[in-house]
């Protein structure tokens, strides 16, 4: 298995797994997307590839903070193919954020996982996350 940069030919893999975690119809926007993501030196959009297909990614952003010396990275978008979760993939993927994390000097990785998604939280529990009591958003039309 290998890690690398997404690539803007990798669009149709990635508008596939994002449709796994229940994203449909993000064809017509993902090329701009990725390149959006790889033209800011904040971002990090990574695949792992298995015999040069990709079965998995995880999208990083780092974010300054202005009262705290450290700053912190935000995992937005995470899946592994449905085919090869439990093979380690997933744990490859994010131990490479972190890895990136402390590169950059941040003191936490921040997630949101949906309440429905029970196998990912306890994966995320076996990788040393903590649950945050609190996510507010608000919805922008």
């Known amino acids: 298995m290998k890690i690398r940069t997404v690539h803007e030919n990798d669009s149709e893999t990635i508008v596939a797994l994002l449709n796994q975690l229940g994203y449909p119809n993000t064809g017509g926007f993902i090329k701009k997307k990725i390149n959006l993501l790889?033209?800011?030196p904040n971002e990090y959009f990574i695949v792992a590839e298995n015999d040069g297909i990709v079965i998995g990614f995880i999208?990083?952003?780092i974010i300054p903070q202005i009262a705290l010396k450290g700053d912190f990275a935000r995992i937005s978008y995470f899946c592994v193919d449905e085919n090869f979760r439990g093979s380690g993939t997933g744990k490859m993927?994010?131990?490479?954020?972190e890895k990136i994390a402390r590169e950059r000097n941040c003191d936490r990785i921040e997630l949101h996982c949906h309440s429905k998604r029970e196998k990912a939280h306890q994966f995320y529990y076996r990788q040393g996350y903590a649950e945050s009591p609190k996510y507010l958003f608000k919805k922008l039309a």
């Open 38 to 40: 790889l033209e800011n």
């Open 59 to 61: 999208s990083i952003h």
């Open 93 to 97: 993927l994010e131990e490479y954020a």
